[in-house]
């Protein structure tokens, strides 16, 4: 069955002189971010990649006029190269929507490195182009597999695309048909993600991912297999009556006793009004809070601006870029760390993006901390209440080609 979405007010649709004028118009000014995820799809861990906004959380590779309009991002001219994510990732499902023309070479990188030379090797390529102008048509995997049907391209007529990862295996969906399936049998390990520009008008728009493979930290039975809380000190942490782990009261942490460096983390939490707590990471072992700290302060000015950090800003590093909490109500907070770079998302949207360029020290209150260390669950204060539902981790696996 066909999906197709035809837009006739869509920027390729008014043609190609049009659309150069569009995106030379240069990116939209930022607002508020609002984000197009549905309740239950936050719920599930989703994140944007794209904003619709402006292109934070993103790295052109090569001179090309990226631009943002109307919630898209496209690209008429440049050098072939990629715009790629800022952090990696190894296990997921990705969406997006992608429109281009019968002239156009583009396509979709998973695994990728920043700048891929040959996609037998060093990325996965799931190729947007033209039946007659390669043998690895829309959905293939360049040099990989090919797909199982051919995809017209019109200037009018926007595809989805979904993509499942899972430790080696790829599929691939178009318009709601799998059209083309490989196994690796040396999976790449993580990489970014990469929209190409490769000649042609090309534009994407509803990037989300959502991390597979994650393990659970919490619920776990008994607490204490999976958590240590000898270092409570004034704190207090119990699993009530939900089955949330709720934790109250003066200074304290409840402390992983697995250790991670390089993860993708999920947590949903909530907190009433004025309560300041965060998720310390690779944390020194066995001292109190001493890790890179992602901040849980739902405070915020009247134009949504975070007074204390914010919720999802890396404390003292970077201050979230919007307020996107509120007090007593479930949100969902996603961490992701690889080597230096740190960023953050809260019910999907991302509002951090830090890359930690001191000089390396165990003690990441010092500097740069690569080392794998454990996570802890912050008591701040005598008027900390947080209760956690659910805390889901998964170690990136290393980089291999």
């Not at 990116?27 to 984000?35: G, K, Y």
């Not at 004025?274 to 700290?293: A, K, T």
């Not at 849980?296 to 134009?303: F, K, M, S, V, Y």
């Not at 001191?358 to 912050?378: F, H, K, M, Y």
Request: aromatic share 8%; glycine share 8%; charged share 25%.
């Amino acid at each position: 069955m066909s999906h197709k979405i035809i837009n006739s007010a869509s920027p390729l649709s008014l043609g190609l002189a049009a659309l150069m004028c569009a995106f030379a118009s240069g990116q939209n000014a930022r607002q508020n971010l609002r984000c197009p995820l549905s309740q239950d799809e936050i719920a599930k861990g989703w994140i944007c990649l794209f904003n619709g906004q402006d292109l934070f959380g993103w790295r052109a590779e090569s001179a090309v006029d990226w631009a943002v309009r109307d919630q898209t991002v496209g690209a008429l001219r440049g050098e072939r190269g990629l715009l790629r994510t800022t952090s990696q990732f190894d296990c997921f499902e990705l969406r997006l929507e992608f429109t281009a023309g019968p002239e156009t070479n583009s396509g979709v990188f998973i695994h990728t490195s920043p700048q891929p030379t040959d996609p037998t090797i060093d990325c996965y390529e799931i190729n947007i182009v033209a039946p007659d102008r390669h043998e690895f048509t829309t959905g293939s995997i360049v040099g990989r597999a090919k797909a199982q049907r051919a995809v017209p391209l019109e200037v009018d007529v926007w595809h989805s695309m979904r993509i499942v990862a899972s430790d080696g295996t790829i599929a691939v969906e178009i318009d709601g048909e799998t059209i083309c399936e490989y196994r690796d049998a040396k999976p790449l390990g993580r990489g970014f993600i990469g929209l190409q520009y490769n000649g042609g008008p090309v534009a994407f728009r509803n990037i989300r991912l959502r991390p597979l493979g994650q393990d659970t930290l919490f619920p776990v039975d008994p607490l204490e297999s999976a958590w240590d809380l000898t270092r409570l000190l004034d704190a207090r942490a119990r699993v009530n009556d939900h089955g949330w782990l709720e934790l109250t009261g003066g200074r304290g942490q409840v402390e992983s006793r697995q250790t991670f460096d390089d993860f993708v983390m999920t947590v949903t939490a909530r907190t009433p009004e004025n309560v300041n707590s965060g998720i310390f990471f690779r944390c020194i072992p066995g001292e109190v809070m001493n890790g890179y700290e992602c901040q849980i302060d739902h405070r915020a000015d009247e134009q949504g601006r975070p007074t204390d950090c914010g919720t999802g800003g890396i404390f003292r590093r970077q201050d979230a870029r919007q307020a996107l909490t509120k007090p007593n109500e479930w949100f969902v907070l996603t961490i992701a760390a690889h080597g230096p770079q740190l960023a953050t998302w809260v019910n999907g949207m991302q509002v951090t993006e830090w890359r930690d360029e001191r000089e390396a020290d165990p003690n990441p209150r010092r500097g740069r901390r690569l080392e794998s260390g454990t996570i802890a669950l912050q008591g701040h204060d005598p008027t900390t209440f947080v209760e956690f539902a659910t805390i889901k981790v998964r170690s990136l696996a290393p980089r291999n080609r």
